[in-house]
Each structure stands twice: as C-alpha cells, then as structure tokens.
C-alpha cells in the first residue's frame, strides 16, 4: 500500500520509523512546508523510496494520506486529496474546530467518493463516548494536564510564568471548539472527545500546567443514558515535542496498518 505523509516533525519521523516494521506500507511521498538538508537526511534514512515534496504530486495517487502535521495542513493537503478520491488518516482533529471546515471536507471526501478517518490519538475511550452517545449523552467533561514546558508559546505563557509554576494552573476552561482554536498543538484531544460525544460547542475543557506530572493526562468524565464514563490515561511525551504524547503515534500507525488487513477493531 502507497502512502504519503504529510508532516516531518515528531509525530512524522516517528511514524516512519515504526513503518519500517510494516513491509506491506510504502511511504512514496513526504510532504513538508520547507524543504531543508535535515530533513532530506531524516526521510533519506527512514524512508529511502520516498520523495520529499511541497505537495503532493498531480500524478500521485496514494491509498492513503496521512496528516500528522498541524491545523493548517488540513486545508492546504487534505482536503484537496479528499476531492481527488485520496481517503486520509488526520492527526491535527482540532483544525474542525474552525467554523465551516468540517462541512468543507465532508463535501471534499463527498466529491472525492472517499472517506477521512480521525484517529483516536493521543486519547483512548473514543469508541465508547461515540457509541454511548448514540444513546444521549447528559455531560462530558475533558481535561488535559500537562508539564508547564508542554505549554511553551502557547497563550498560556501570558497568563502565568511557565518556567517558575510551583503549583497547577488551570489555564484554560471554555468549550471544546475554544480550546482547540486558541491551542491548536495541545487541545486536539478535546476535539475528539467533542466530535465523538456532544459536540465541539457541549464539551467543558479544562487544560493545566501542572509541575507535579511528568506525562501528559487527559481525563474524560462522560454520563448519560449509558451510564458513566470515567478515563485517566498518562501519555508518555515523545522526547522530541513535549506537546505530543507517543500515543498518538501508535494510534496512526494503527490506523495505517489496519488497512493491509482482514480485520478492523
Ligand atoms: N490527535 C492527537 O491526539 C494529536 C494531534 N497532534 C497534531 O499533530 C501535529 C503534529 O505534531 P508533531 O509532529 O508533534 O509536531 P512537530 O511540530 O514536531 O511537527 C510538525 C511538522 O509538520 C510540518 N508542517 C506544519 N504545517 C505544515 C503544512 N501545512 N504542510 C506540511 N507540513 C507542515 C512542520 O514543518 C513540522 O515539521 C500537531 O500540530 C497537532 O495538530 C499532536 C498531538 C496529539
Ligand atoms: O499529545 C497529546 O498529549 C495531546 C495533544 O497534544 C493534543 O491534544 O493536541
């Protein structure tokens, strides 16, 4: 199965590594924003066969796309692919937070006769919230706690000293809609939960900078006609972008791999 891969950061680089175990996965194209002698190294090692392109090719038809790059990928690579009939894996959930995106790729993947899978990321539990939900879902509650490094030229750096926190600071409650506009690299996961449960608009979002945790921990608390829902998961960081836990890179080299295969859970 050809691939491309939008985004070479962390998750990226990453993603390819473990590819690497995944003989049946071909990544064919690499698309980044900016083309420098570092990267050219990286996808030269971890993926020789690949190209390293601005965009993908007239010419190219991939199985799969797979963003794992930010927000503004989405506009720029997936939901062009989508409308070339290119199915696509997205890390970077939050992007449907801006008022009309998500209308615009369904109509994309609509026109492309194709479908765009949101991974589950740096959470877990996803499967649960959006079948409960189908049940009705009173409150659902996320909040993420991460180091205060973890929140570093975000808007949280003008409500407190980050470098000096001795104790946790909620540095943000709203909606999750809220969050993932104002923190587009740390508030993805409150994006899920919302897509899954009651909606970017229903969802209460906490975030913390918090000294005391060396993870990042997303708590969801869900109740409704199911019953209730409590998840803690302490995500290891990855040692190259403390915003991003490793979790989510096994979650889209899952989504990836599960497409070579007979069975789908
Ligand atoms: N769903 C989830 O649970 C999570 C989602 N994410 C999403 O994944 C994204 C990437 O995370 P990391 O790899 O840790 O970040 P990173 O900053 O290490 O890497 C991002 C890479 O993508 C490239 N890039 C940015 N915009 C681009 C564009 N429009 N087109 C092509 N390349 C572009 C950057 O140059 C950089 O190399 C985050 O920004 C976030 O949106 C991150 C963590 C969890
Ligand atoms: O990786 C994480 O722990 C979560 C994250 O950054 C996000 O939700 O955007």
Not at 7 to 30: D, E, M, N, Y
Not at 213 to 239: S, W, Y
Request: aromatic share 4%.
């Amino acid at each position: 199965m050809e691939i491309a891969l939008v985004g070479c950061g962390a998750i990226g680089r990453s993603v390819l590594t473990l590819l690497q175990q995944h003989p049946h996965v071909h990544p064919k194209w690499v698309v980044v924003s900016r083309i420098t002698p570092q990267l050219l190294e990286a996808v030269a090692d971890l993926a020789p066969s690949a190209q390293l392109v601005h965009a993908l090719p007239d010419d190219a038809h991939p199985a799969l796309l797979v963003e794992c790059a930010g927000h503004s990928a989405i506009a720029q690579h997936v939901r062009p692919a989508l409308e070339r009939g290119i199915a696509c894996v997205v890390a970077s959930v939050g992007a449907l937070s801006t008022p009309g995106m998500a209308q615009a790729l369904e109509a994309a993947a609509a026109t492309g006769n194709t479908q765009i899978q949101l991974v589950s990321g740096a959470i877990g539990g996803v499967d649960a919230l959006s079948a409960a939900q189908l049940g009705g879902l009173d409150q659902v509650i996320y909040s993420g706690r991460k180091p205060p490094l973890a929140w570093v030229g975000t808007p949280a750096e003008a409500g407190c000293e980050l470098a000096s926190l001795r104790e946790a600071v909620c540095i943000f409650e709203g909606t999750a809609r809220e969050a993932a506009l104002r923190y587009p690299k740390n508030a993805n996961v409150a994006a899920t939960v919302a897509l899954a449960g009651l909606g970017l608009d229903h969802t209460t979002v906490r975030l913390f900078a918090d000294p005391a945790v060396d993870t990042n921990v997303h708590h969801i608390q869900a109740k409704g006609a199911f019953g209730c829902m409590e998840l803690t998961l302490q995500g290891r960081p990855l040692a190259a972008n403390p915003k991003t836990s490793a979790l989510t890179v096994y979650s889209i080299v899952r989504a990836i791999v599960q497409r070579t295969g007979r069975w789908v859970m």
